[in-house]
């Protein structure tokens, strides 16, 4: 299982991006979708998560500003994050807990991660 994190960039405080990533390798479903983001001298942490009925979790000092999205028939999630701050700033990985493939189960995949810098 591969997954592959795009949509970063630079941008200006109060601006907006959205993250996308998608997995690849025969997959068949997947349990738990996510987003994570770590910076320099600091652990990852958690973004945002959404189940595969929908529930969604949220840090909560991104919540009300990010959304997390899926859309299991193209095997990718997305992060749409508004009202960016310099605090945000970090790179970014997704994630997944469990993915059922043709060939077996998957636990814990990452990414390679995406670089956000958020700056005036």
């Known amino acids: 299982v591969q997954l592959q994190a795009f949509g970063g960039g630079s941008v200006q405080p109060g601006g907006y991006l959205r993250l996308s990533c998608t997995a690849s390798?025969?997959?068949?479903?997947?349990?738990?979708m996510g987003w994570y983001r770590q910076t320099p001298g600091k652990q990852r942490e958690l973004v945002a998560t959404i189940t595969n009925n929908g529930r969604t979790n949220y840090a909560e000092s991104v919540k009300d500003r990010f959304t997390i999205f899926r859309d299991d028939g193209r095997k990718t999630w997305s992060l749409r994050m508004n009202n960016l701050k310099p605090e945000d700033t970090a790179v970014y990985y997704c994630?997944?807990?469990?993915?059922?493939?043709?060939?077996?189960?998957?636990?814990?995949?990452w990414g390679r991660g995406t670089e956000l810098t958020v700056s005036s």
């Open positions: 994630n997944t807990d469990k993915v059922l493939a043709r060939w077996g189960t998957v636990f814990g995949s």
């Open positions: 390798g025969d997959i068949v479903s997947i349990n738990v």
